[in-house]
């Protein structure tokens, strides 16, 4: 077990949280783990509103590009690559962990197999009206397909034919999945995540700006995290 102090920011979907955690995490030299279970995936880039490669290289983002839409994947896969991660990130590096999988943040805070006691764990989480998010998704998913969304996603399906069940669940690359039941899906999937958050967490509700952000882990943290190796 690799033990670390982290900085927490959760979130629905378009909440803004990955770009409020990159201006930090660029303000203290940290490290980004990605705690999004479609980021996993190599090539879903477009629709899953990945970070550019500068990004990644930036940050040195765990959670990215771990394997193929054909590999099936798990949250118990997800914490040893994110323990793998873990392991080559200095010592003296802040690390900022940033996702809209609950699941992924309740395992680093109190593990996958141990029973779950009340109360759930305390963290910073997104709080934006969802008609702002709704808002949001719609011009965010413009950008997809000027960008080449139904191109990546035939691309795709030519090199790896058959997914697996986890990542056939990706918004945007099911067969017949037209601009309106893009945008419906992902629109539901922020709602369940807000609800997640708020049942399954005890979120520290910020603004979706970088300023309340500071000032939650300011007050806050940084959390204690268990990656599991």
């Known amino acids: 077990m690799i033990e670390r102090k982290a900085y927490l920011l959760a979130g629905p979907t378009a909440s803004g949280k990955s770009a409020i955690a990159a201006a930090l995490a660029r303000e203290m030299g940290a490290w980004i783990l990605s705690a999004d279970s479609m980021l ?3 090539g879903m880039n477009i629709g899953t509103a990945k970070p550019p490669q500068s990004e990644i290289d930036e940050f040195h983002m765990g959670g990215v590009d771990v394997v193929t ?3 099936e994947f798990s949250s118990g896969a ?3 690559a994110a323990a793998d991660w873990a392991a080559k990130v200095p010592k003296d590096r802040p690390i900022v962990i940033v996702g809209g999988t609950g ?3 309740s395992a680093l805070l109190r593990g996958l197999d141990r029973k779950w006691e009340k109360p759930a764990p305390e963290y910073p989480v997104i709080r934006i009206d969802r008609a702002v998010v709704r808002e949001r998704i719609a011009a965010r998913l413009n950008d997809m397909f000027l960008s080449g969304l139904d191109e990546e996603k035939r691309k795709l399906h030519e090199k790896y034919p058959v997914w697996s069940k ?3 669940l990706a918004i945007g ?4 999945d037209d601009r309106e039941k893009i945008l419906t899906r992902t629109c539901q999937l922020a709602k369940r995540q807000d609800t997640w958050f708020r049942h399954q967490a005890t979120p520290i ?3 979706p700006t970088v300023e309340s952000v500071r000032a939650c882990w300011e007050a806050h943290g940084p959390w204690t995290v268990r990656f599991m190796v």
């Open 40 to 42: 996993v995936y190599r």
């Open 69 to 71: 839409p054909a590999e």
């Open 78 to 80: 997800w914490l040893r």
């Open 103 to 105: 699941l992924y943040f």
């Open 166 to 168: 986890t990542a056939a």
């Open 173 to 176: 690359y099911r067969d017949g």
């Open 205 to 207: 509700y910020v603004e």
